[in-house]
């Protein structure tokens, strides 16, 4: 039976038919998700448990295609109406519930893991074929000394960042117990519901409260979006396209630092993503002399109890600005961007897509997108478990300069993705040091001033200040290939 799909889902979908017929291979929809395998067990059993969790879930046994009440011609015109404003109108795509479905989990061999590494790019940027079989796949890899490692490959458009903890904390579930998932709670809503109440939701007009505050949002902006030629960390040359693909920068924060910023937000009364996008919001001022600054966010919108353990793409993403003075204290305006994320928070159900529409905007490529997230926490252990996450995706699509917050067994680490073609890695390294400085800074003295911080910030004396376009760090990456457009980026 054919059903409807979710806002997100079906833009997903759409903009994947407009790359491809310009012959792009959309390889950042696909998200990675790896475990390493730390004790000795059953081929057989990894195989069960894997099935067993496609069992529970419909969303990763769904087929996906073109509604067949759409004419050719009507279809070619709605993805051209799409490819030139962003706009499109639901029911290009259907989905169909596959009723059996038994993932076989082939075995390979390679040698240590920087052929993993390459093993997980190959298979990155390998299609699914979602119209006829289901939207994940999977490789069992023995790398030898380094241990043995599942690695499943899923359609973007079928699970956010939150339904990868659902799935992994499953697997592993299942994995412990050596049974066949009966122990689980039963799944209280699947993803094709949702999408059903969703377009309901919208037929009946009940997303005008999250229509209104939005569109307040964006009317208020002005300048508080940050383009790409606010910052100074840009290439002065860049790629005329994003075929240069992503790359990421990483930055520690030690473990006595670490539990000094945890002590801090205890204090505060505040969380560690409220004090990092605060010493973000305050890099961004330094560098571009705006008042009011908008960063992206995603935001889970899990807001019912049946939503809570599903896997599907339920996440919406939305810009959120600030205002601030520079004699303000830095733990004030930390409360001001906690208190409006939470605003935002209260009005997250709305999708992007369905926003676009209602404001008649689109995005514009040109522009800059900078996001703000957070990686699920890795809690401390003694000792390893039989099964362990170790690969995650990091950056959302379309988000050309994109920082996490990750906290792993109680230490912090800031991961930058960004467009390669766009921005220097030296200098987005420096833009990190910075942030580290305002937040080590303000666990000594959280009442200092946000003028007081500007100094933390000055960038380091790197060779993009004032080079030519000859130097290593400026030179433009190669135009390797149209795969690589949108290309996912992942922590090792």
Not at 90 to 104: A, E, F, H, I, W
Not at 429 to 434: E, K, N, P, W
């Amino acid at each position: 039976m054919a059903l409807a799909l979710a806002f997100n889902q079906e833009r997903h979908l759409v903009a994947e038919e407009v790359m491809a017929l310009h012959g792009v291979v959309p390889s950042g929809a696909r998200s990675p998700l790896v475990f390493r395998i730390n004790a000795p067990i059953a081929h057989g059993l990894i195989e069960r448990a894997l099935n067993e969790v496609i069992r529970r879930h419909s969303a990763l046994r769904t087929a996906y295609g073109p509604n067949e009440r759409y004419s050719r011609d009507d279809r070619w015109l709605q993805l051209q109406v799409f490819a030139r404003s962003g706009v499109f109108v639901p029911g290009l795509y259907v989905q169909r519930v596959l009723s059996d479905v038994q993932l076989t989990v082939p075995v390979r061999t390679v040698a240590g893991t920087d052929e993993l590494t390459e093993l997980l790019r190959q298979e990155l940027a390998t299609p699914l074929d979602t119209t006829s079989g289901p939207p994940i796949r999977a490789t069992l890899v023995d790398t030898g000394s380094a241990g043995t490692y599942l690695v499943l490959v899923l359609t973007h458009h079928t699970v956010d960042g939150w339904s990868l903890g659902v799935l992994a904390r499953e697997f592993a579930a299942i994995i412990e117990a050596g049974a066949d998932g009966t122990a689980l709670p039963r799944v209280p809503m699947q993803y094709h519901d949702f999408a059903a109440w969703q377009l309901q939701q919208f037929r009946d007009g009940r997303f005008v409260r999250e229509e209104r505050f939005w569109h307040e949002q964006w009317d208020r902006l002005g300048d508080a979006q940050i383009a790409f030629t606010d910052l100074p960390f840009r290439r002065r040359t860049p790629v005329a396209t994003v075929t240069a693909g992503t790359s990421y920068e990483r930055l520690f924060f030690t473990p006595q630092e670490s539990s000094q910023v945890s002590l801090l937000v205890s204090q505060l009364t505040l969380t560690p993503y409220a004090l990092f996008r605060t010493a973000m919001t305050i890099a961004l001022h330094y560098y571009t002399g705006k008042q009011r600054l908008a960063v992206w966010a995603n935001f889970a919108n899990r807001r019912y109890p049946e939503f809570m353990p599903t896997l599907g793409w339920y996440s919406n993403t939305h810009i959120v600005s600030v205002e601030l003075e520079p004699d303000m204290s830095c733990a004030s305006l930390c409360r001001r961007v906690a208190a409006g994320v939470a605003q935002a928070q209260a009005h997250e159900a709305l999708p992007l897509p369905a926003l676009w529409q209602r404001l008649g905007r689109s995005l514009d490529r040109h522009n800059t997108r900078v996001n703000f997230d957070v990686l699920p926490r890795r809690p401390q252990r003694t000792s390893p478990p039989p099964v362990e996450v170790v690969v995650l995706p990091v950056a959302p699509r379309n988000m050309d300069f994109d920082i996490r917050l990750r906290e792993d067994g109680g230490v912090f680490a800031l991961v930058a993705t960004f467009s390669l073609g766009r921005y220097e890695p030296a200098a987005v390294q420096a833009f990190l040091a910075g942030m580290r400085r305002i937040v080590t800074a303000l666990v000594e003295a959280p009442d200092l001033r946000v003028s007081d911080c500007r100094r933390l910030v000055a960038l380091e004396d790197v060779a993009f200040a004032e080079c030519g376009s000859g130097c290593a760090s400026c030179a433009d990456p190669p135009d390797d290939s149209a795969a690589n457009v949108a290309a996912t980026s992942f922590v090792e």
